[in-house]
């Protein structure tokens, strides 16, 4: 098996909404992270059905319900992170299934 991985490529994503939106991808098909342009963590938020800004959340990233195309909450930082534990664990259960 063959995997590539990204490493801060900038990709167009579909919305719920029907819009689309580019992000800074960073990963593989086992575990990425996504950025907005101007480096604002950002998570898929399916309740929402658009990627918003990101929060750390104990070990995980977590949505704020605010969309990315929107202002950025105050206060937030850019290019925040998973847990290692949580990246790890994601890797591990995408293996399991394989």
Known sequence: MQMS???GETL???QDTGEPID?????DDMFARYETLDG???VYDEEVG???YAEVRGPTLES???PADERAPAGLNRHLHASKEVRNQRVRSHLDGM
């Open 5 to 7: 991985a990204i490493f």
């Open 40 to 42: 604002y963590t950002v």
């Open 50 to 52: 658009r990627y918003c």
């Open 64 to 66: 704020t319900g605010v």
């Open 12 to 14: 167009s994503f579909m």
């Open 23 to 27: 992000l800074v991808v960073f990963g």
